[in-house]
């Protein structure tokens, strides 16, 4: 009784820690090119073609992908032209929104709406999701749950998207930091 009070002290102080450690994790500013930076934790890297080719199943790369030292928690931006104006946020916002309906079998919005970041406006969607294995699988795979938090703009004919990504077992580990990140976008 007495090795198991000590035991669950422990772990409890250890997840504690590292909860910790993540949470005050000093950040960085980031230029994603000339006219895009962001803050991201120190301990953040950028992906290799090899992570990226496994976590983006894009023909178009994105334009700069930074992943934790566990690869748990990853965060990406990406570009492609659009008609789409400035202007157009608020209908881009739904065309987004219905968009990520039809990606995931299961989406539960926890936040989303349009606001400025250092002058510029976006639109954001902070969100869980699920998706579920193919039933036609040869082999059982379990569901994969997310947390995300997603944040578009539109910039010189382009669309601009930013997003931060992680198990949703780890979402209260990350949710902060992803937030903090957003709101470090700047565009010049």
């Known amino acids: ?33 000339e006219e895009i930076s962001v803050s991201l934790p120190e301990s953040f890297q950028p992906m290799t073609e090899d992570q990226m080719q496994q976590k983006f199943l894009s023909a178009r790369p994105p334009l700069a992908a930074f992943t934790s030292p566990d690869q748990i928690a990853d965060f990406s931006v990406s570009a492609a032209n659009t008609r789409w104006r400035a202007d157009d946020l608020p209908i881009l916002k739904d065309f987004y929104r219905s968009s990520l309906l039809e990606l995931y079998d299961e989406v539960d919005f926890l936040e989303e709406g349009i606001r400025e970041i250092k002058g510029t406006p976006v639109a954001y969607f902070e969100f869980t999701s699920v998706v ?5 699988a040869i082999t059982s795979k379990s569901p994969v749950h997310r947390y995300s938090y997603a944040q578009y703009t539109i910039r010189q004919n382009k669309a601009i998207v930013f997003t931060f990504s992680c198990p949703r077992q780890r979402q209260n580990q990350w949710q902060p930091i992803a937030q903090k990140v957003m709101e470090s976008v700047k565009l010049k």
Request: one cysteine or more; hydrophobic letters at 40%; charged letters at 25%.
């Open 132 to 136: 579920k294995p193919d039933e036609d």
């Open 1 to 33: 009784m007495k090795n198991s009070v000590v035991l669950a002290l422990y772990c409890s102080t250890l997840l504690l820690f590292s909860a910790f450690q993540i949470t005050e994790d000093k950040f960085t500013r980031i230029d994603i090119s």
